[in-house]
């Protein structure tokens, strides 16, 4: 059974308890779901078009002396395209993302990707921002890419986005046993909400988007390894938050967000030999 028809079964199985008629239950389910493809078109006519994320990039990399090439810029190519069937799983639209450092194994950090836009955040003043105590960037300890991840690529990349509304009712743990083949966001979510797409922190603020929830970082918040929570981001009364939630609790103001990666997800540069 794939995810969207275990999420409607399990509207289904929600609507029995409260003791709605069969009719009732499949008009409320059906209601939902036209619900959700609306705000979910809404979305997408938000989601910016890759030359002004690349924008977005320009700026941040030039304000942080970053060190992105204007080569890997100029070669950033045609992203590929969203399908019938990412559409029916809920993917919105393209991000671009990029990956900073290296982990030892060919990919980038993952952390430091994160830790770099969180920096950006802060000094940009757009937002005031806040961040948990319980977790350091800086520190293995307390922060990682969880282990079943997809591992991020070095340089610009594309994923496929899903914003995480339709798994506000799930726990972490609980979609992360359902992903088949899609991952959850990491550095990703950081880099949209404070980088490329910073309108939709406002709409959280406004209350018009839930919260999100980056399941690809595992986080102790007491060190020692010991990692049973998500990463959260949130913006509230003019406030960027970062913090953290337990994996096994659910929390009604946060959706989980995807990505779907393919096999054009890395942005290649070419041969300098050639």
């Not at 890759?50 to 204007?70: L, R």
């Not at 994996?247 to 300098?272: A, C, H, S």
Request: aromatic fraction near 14%; charge should be positive.
């Amino acid at each position: 059974m794939n995810i969207e028809w275990q999420e409607i079964l399990n509207r289904f199985l929600q609507s029995f308890k409260i003791g709605l008629t069969f009719r009732e239950k499949e008009a409320l389910i059906f209601k939902r779901d036209l619900s959700l493809k609306k705000k979910l078109k809404e979305q997408n006519d938000l989601i910016l078009p890759i030359y002004k994320q690349i924008e977005h990039w320009q700026k941040a990399n030039k304000q942080m002396s970053w060190g992105i090439q204007e080569d890997e810029f100029d070669h950033i190519g045609d992203s590929f395209e969203i399908t019938e069937k990412d559409k029916k799983d809920g993917f919105i639209s393209i991000i671009l993302s990029y990956g900073f450092g290296e982990d030892g194994l060919g990919n980038s950090d993952a952390i430091l990707s994160g830790k770099r836009a969180w920096e950006y955040a802060k000094k940009s003043k757009k937002k005031k921002t806040w961040k948990c105590e319980y977790f350091d960037f800086d520190k293995p300890e307390h922060i990682r890419l969880r282990p079943k991840a997809s591992p991020r690529p070095k340089g610009f990349y594309y994923a496929k986005f899903q914003t995480g509304e339709r798994y506000q009712n799930l726990k972490v743990s609980q979609l992360l046993k359902r992903l088949s083949g899609d991952t959850a966001c990491g550095p990703e979510g950081i880099q949209f909400l404070t980088i490329t797409h910073t309108h939709f922190a406002d709409l959280m603020n406004e209350r018009k988007i839930p919260f999100m929830v980056f399941a690809d970082y595992d986080i102790a918040p007491h060190g020692y390894s010991d990692f049973f929570d998500a990463m959260q981001m949130f913006c509230s009364n003019g406030i960027l938050g970062l913090g953290i939630g337990n994996v096994d609790f659910n929390y009604p103001f946060f959706g989980i967000p995807t990505l779907r990666f393919t096999t054009k997800m890395k942005v290649e540069l070419p041969n300098q030999s050639d």
